[in-house]
């Protein structure tokens, strides 16, 4: 599976993931010339600024560990700049991931984890 379509399936299986805990969606891959926001919702009175990682097996790691001090900090320039953009969402903002793990060679969902507040 290419890494793009990749990436899209563990979107829309976060998205489906987020919803289902009563997050409200907002917007999708946003980008800047800080980087790029998988996905965007709202949690409660909370802005979410969601980074999304998917992997089949360990072999690359875990789809956590690919979350490095470069990755948080794009992501946070880039929330800022989006909160910039719209001033009339939330104050209050936290940065998320979804990891997501797939059966090595089908697209069989084995586990999802939501890691909240990561820059804390």
């Known amino acids: 599976m290419q890494r793009k379509s990749l990436g899209n399936l ?4 976060a998205l489906k993931h987020l919803l289902n805990k009563g997050f409200r969606f907002i917007e999708r891959n946003f980008r800047s010339k800080f980087g790029e926001i998988d996905l965007i ?3 409660g009175d909370t802005l979410v600024f969601v980074e999304v990682k998917t992997r089949f097996g360990t072999s690359f790691g875990t789809p956590e560990e ?9 992501l946070i320039k880039t929330s800022e700049y989006f909160k910039l953009l719209n001033p ?11 990891a997501i793990d797939l059966q090595p060679g089908t697209k069989e969902l084995l586990n999802i984890r939501h890691l909240e507040n990561i820059t804390l």
């Open 41 to 43: 919702c709202q949690d």
């Open 66 to 74: 690919a979350i490095n001090p470069k990755k948080i900090n794009s």
């Open 10 to 13: 563990g979107e829309n299986l």
């Open 88 to 98: 009339r969402l939330t104050e209050k903002v936290r940065i998320d991931v979804v």
